[in-house]
């Protein structure tokens, strides 16, 4: 079936700093992957929607100057946070939509934790 | 008025039950829509696509589809304690807008 690939799978990284997370298709090719943040107990919201060779499309109140999105290939995305403060702290999870001869629907990555000290 | 509603739960069932959760959409213009399971700490995995009115069955479990009451649900017969999860209802209104519920924790008592 169809996999997306995403790690690191867990970072913890101080205050300040940014982080790079990896999404890739392995199977199949992505123009489209999303990226979603899910806070404990809560469902996932959508952050942004990353087009291969175009600018990602932001959801409302999502900082696009904070959350750099690159997806430079047809089987890569990033998801970099940038001056990661402790509010930022959350699993992000990244999606693509599967082609109906693998399967059809969306498949996710297997998620990254991160946690900002 | 959200999207998609679920109920948080916990819904509680006994092994070999049948556990039942519910999801209903807002916008009457959905076309296809989704079951996942997420278990704590993990990303969620698809268990169920529903497209048309109706039922659709895959081994124990069947989701059941009203658009005309704008409601989806799934069942889950001969409950096992491996289903406890977190059961998170989506709805695509086509193109890549894909919307989730807040999802309804199961467990299921063995």
């Known amino acids: 079936g169809a996999v997306v690939s995403q790690h690191p799978s867990r970072v913890i990284c101080k205050s300040g700093t940014s982080v790079k997370i990896e999404c890739r298709s392995l199977?199949?090719?992505?123009?489209?992957m999303f990226w979603y943040r899910q806070f404990p107990k809560q469902s996932l919201m959508l952050m942004a929607t990353?087009?291969?060779?175009?600018?990602?499309?932001?959801e409302q109140g999502v900082e696009k100057d904070k959350f750099l999105i690159n997806h430079a290939s047809l089987t890569l995305s990033t998801l970099t946070v940038t001056s990661a403060h402790p509010e930022d702290s959350s699993f992000y999870i990244c999606s693509a939509r599967v082609p109906n001869g693998l399967g059809g629907g969306y498949t996710f990555g297997s998620g990254t934790r991160l946690t900002v000290v | 008025q959200k999207e998609v509603e679920q109920n948080s739960g916990p819904l509680s069932v006994p092994e070999g039950a049948i556990a039942s959760l519910n999801c209903t959409y807002s916008?009457?213009?959905?076309?296809?829509f989704f079951w996942y399971r997420q278990y704590s700490g993990k990303s969620p995995e698809l268990i169920m696509s529903i497209y048309s009115n109706g039922d659709k069955e895959d081994g124990r479990f069947t989701a059941q589809l009203n658009k005309a009451s704008q409601y989806v649900s799934l069942l889950i017969r001969d409950s096992q304690p491996s289903d406890s999860a977190t059961y998170l209802c989506?709805?695509?209104?086509?193109?890549?807008?894909?919307?989730f519920g807040t999802g309804t924790s199961l467990t299921v008592i063995p």
């Open positions: 916008d009457r213009g959905s076309q296809s």
């Open positions: 989506a709805v695509n209104r086509g193109g890549n807008q894909f919307y």
């Open positions: 199977d199949f090719q992505a123009t489209t």
């Open positions: 990353s087009n291969e060779g175009s600018k990602a499309t932001y």
